[in-house]
């Protein structure tokens, strides 16, 4: 039987922000207690670091209740000790917390630019109606991390439907008892929550605000099993519009004649749309594939001061774009490149028995299950992952095109 549903709970120490515990129940009972607290020399650097206590105290829950969730999952095969000690004794994993972009289920992107679906007309004029009839509002990454909606891996579960609107907010510059001011008044623009429901109908819920760990003592998160996630499904010739798309993209940011894809034959490109049905013909498509991600063009000129063998043409193209985008950007960006990187890995490991071993890493990374389905359907899964991982690339380099 499913251990799941866990439900965590947060026990503050109003005398030490930094300990705290964290209870897990199953069933009504308590399933295990893990009880965490930050080192000396941790606490002074994340006060150094961040002068904002309550985005600190945020972070480190959030660390915290990752690691507990993380022990959740196994949980269906390994029996957590009754008590489990976290002591934090690196401020960096804390640190990235505080540095990250927040994460909101409630954030959607269309094309280059972020929206709010939590908005409401009646407290947002900027607010329309999507094609799809979703009331939605423009938004920023700036605007989002402001926002007092805490973020959705702290959210209380039971938190639903908020209502998010924007509030001008002025402030009037320090000046010194008995001088003028001499510059006027400046008014920010805020995104703030204005109320939200609750599905056990607290009334501490208010406007949601304090639905955070430390905030409301009924706050609480319901943990479920992960979902494997399915299989990727492809459709010709999806593989080969996507490296059109790329190529194209390429050519408008650095000009018509720089050339990111180069394929020497017709033939080749009609390879990567032709199915298989053998461990031969699969390792030839593989192979196929990899000899066009080869061949992608990243000239010197475009390196960001860097030595780079022109072989190594997911090093190029990394150094390339990290003079343009962003760290969360090349986030995804370096993703995608892994999974390309493991097309190559898959391929040399079918050819050569002495790295066969690396075949099941290079399976893993492009989203082949186990049990191995026929060499037809890894393929598709192939060919599904590859084109998804060059929308990617795509997709971040025409932000800034």
Known sequence: MSPFPFVIQY???????????IRVGWQGKTYFTAYVEAGEDVKDALFDAEKQVDKVRDSVARWAIHEVEAQLQDAADVRIPEFVKLKLSDPAPVLEFVAAQKECVYQIREARDLFCVATNAKFDSTAVVS???????????????????PDTDILCSLLTHPIVGVADVTSSPNVPQGATATTPPSTIRKRMLYGAMCDEGRKELVRGVNCRPGGNACWRRIVEPEQPSAVPHYTAP?????????????????????NLIRIRSASATAALETNCSSREEFRSRLSDLADVLKLLNVPDALLSGEEIPPDQTFRRLASCLKSILDSEEMERVDRALKTLGAVNEARVALQHSATRANLARAFNT???????????????????QAAR?????????????
């Open 131 to 149: 094609p799809g009839g979703k009331t939605q509002a423009p938004t920023s990454k700036a605007l989002c991390r402001a926002c007092d909606l």
């Open 11 to 21: 026990e503050p120490n109003n005398s030490f922000p930094f300990q705290f515990c």
């Open 389 to 401: 991982a060059l929308t990617v690339l795509s997709s971040e380099l025409n932000r800034h095109t």
């Open 238 to 258: 999806g593989l080969t519009q996507s490296l059109d798309y790329l190529d194209a993209i390429w050519r408008l940011k650095f000009g018509a004649r720089n």
């Open 366 to 384: 492009l989203g082949i299950p186990l049990p191995q389905p026929g060499w037809g359907e890894c393929w598709d899964i192939v060919r599904a």
